[in-house]
């Protein structure tokens, strides 16, 4: 009998799932998760791990300022212009949104009820979620594993 209900649950919850993913796919919050500077790296040399990684994935870098310890880029993809801040700090990269071209922002809130999220374009109280086009996500935390990668072989004991 459990068995038969935890089965016809499931069944309810992966018939649905589609749905869901629909309904809420196009906004999505948008900034990755940061990514460690390995031990022994130096500041120039986690600079060029950065520089050669936005090289690698066809993003155009903007701005380097070293002494602030940022990279401001930006990566066109058809129409849209996807704009990025990686900030170098305590061992730590981050990767911050920056306004783009052709990649709407929006806020989202939970108050939809049963038909879901609801989508405005102003904040309408403190729980709601700043997002932006689905597409920015990943073009980011495609830069930030190539990032990890790059930071990873630069950190590579250097023998003759």
């Known amino acids: 009998m459990t068995r038969n209900r935890t089965g016809i649950v499931l069944a309810v919850l992966l018939a649905l799932a589609p749905t869901w993913v629909a309904a809420n796919r196009e906004f999505i919050a948008f900034d990755p998760d940061t990514v460690s500077v390995p031990e022994g790296l130096t500041e120039n040399e986690t600079t060029k791990a950065l520089m050669t990684a936005f090289v690698m994935r066809g993003w155009r870098m903007t701005e380097v300022s070293r002494d602030q310890g940022y990279i401001d880029a930006e990566i066109p993809v058809r129409a849209?212009?996807?704009?990025?801040?990686?900030?170098?700090?305590?061992?730590?990269?981050?990767?911050?949104?920056?306004?783009?071209?052709?990649?709407?922002?929006?806020?989202?809130?939970?108050?939809?009820g049963t038909t879901g999220k609801e989508i405005f374009y102003k904040k309408q109280d403190e729980s709601d979620v700043m997002a932006v086009h689905r597409n920015y996500l990943s073009w980011v935390q495609e830069l930030a594993r190539t990032v990890e990668g790059t930071l990873r072989l630069q950190s590579l004991p250097k023998d003759g």
Request: without cysteine; proline residues 3%; neutral net charge.
């Open 80 to 112: 849209h212009v996807g704009r990025v801040r990686a900030q170098i700090d305590d061992g730590v990269i981050s990767f911050q949104f920056r306004e783009g071209e052709n990649l709407p922002q929006k806020w989202l809130t939970d108050r939809g």
